[in-house]
T-cell receptor, first 113, second 110 residues
Framework: KQEVTQIPAALSVPEGENLVLNCSFTDSAIYNLQWFRQDPGKGLTSLLLIQSSQREQTSGRLNASLDKSSGRSTLYIAASQPGDSATYLCAAPSGAGSYQLTFGKGTKLSVIP | DAGITQSPRYKITETGRQVTLMCHQTWSHSYMFWYRQDLGHGLRLIYY???????DKGEVPDGYVVSRSKTENFPLTLESATRSQTSVYFC?????????FGAGTRLSVL
């Protein structure tokens, strides 16, 4: 059974800092991994989808990496802004070839002006 | 606007009542999903559907029923609501492995 862990559960940084969010998963027979953002009281928004054939995926100030051999993914946020404050969740397929996702519990990020 | 619409956004009901949460998508995505989100548990899959008339259980299906007679609609029914079903419910659809979420329904069972 896939298990996804995100550490830390909460993170507070001053504005302008670069930061890394961590995600680990137990079943490395996956073909992709997704990072989502969730604002309070809202649904999830997909930020990045990394295919297993890729090592990295970039969107603006966000860069996600995937290392299947170690069961880890990271989300790098450059030059953080107060508007980046949200909960970030990673999700991996529940099994090889599965369309179901297993989610981590998220990292709540606060960027202090 | 195109996207996923969930209704109602907020619902209060009593134990033992039947409740239906609605989900409608305008993209004609084949895959649709229902999740519940609870403090301490994160997001958990209740049911999913690969196409109209094809549904399957997720991690926490007990007490829930789904149907999918049309591609665009995927209602979730709580047959006899219990307090433990108080939660935020999210519907999602998927295309090219990316999942798109609705805004959620906050359900309170008293």
């Amino acid at each position: 059974k896939q298990e996804v862990t995100q550490i830390p559960a909460a993170l507070s940084v001053p504005e302008g800092e670069n930061l890394v969010l961590n995600c680990s998963f137990t079943d490395s027979a996956i073909y992709n991994l997704q990072w989502f953002r969730q604002d309070p009281g809202k649904g999830l928004t997909s930020l990045l989808l990394i295919q297993s054939s890729q090592r990295e995926q970039t969107s603006g100030r966000l860069n996600a990496s995937l290392d299947k051999s170690s069961g880890r993914s990271t989300l790098y946020i450059a030059a953080s802004q107060p508007g980046d404050s949200a909960t970030y969740l990673c999700a991996a397929p529940s099994g090889a070839g599965s369309y179901q996702l297993t989610f981590g519990k998220g990292t709540k990020l606060s960027v202090i002006p | 606007d195109a996207g996923i619409t969930q209704s109602p956004r907020y619902k209060i009901t009593e134990t033992g009542r039947q409740v239906t949460l609605m989900c409608h998508q305008t993209w004609s995505h084949s895959y649709m999903f229902w999740y519940r989100q609870d403090l301490g548990h994160g997001l958990r899959l209740i049911y999913y559907s690969a196409a109209a008339d094809i549904t399957d259980k997720g991690e926490v299906p007990d007490g829930y029923v789904v149907s999918r007679s049309k591609t665009e609609n995927f209602p979730l029914t709580l047959e006899s609501a219990t307090r433990s079903q108080t939660s935020v419910y999210f519907c999602a659809s998927s295309r090219n492995n990316i999942q798109y979420f609705g805004a959620g329904t906050r359900l309170s069972v008293l």
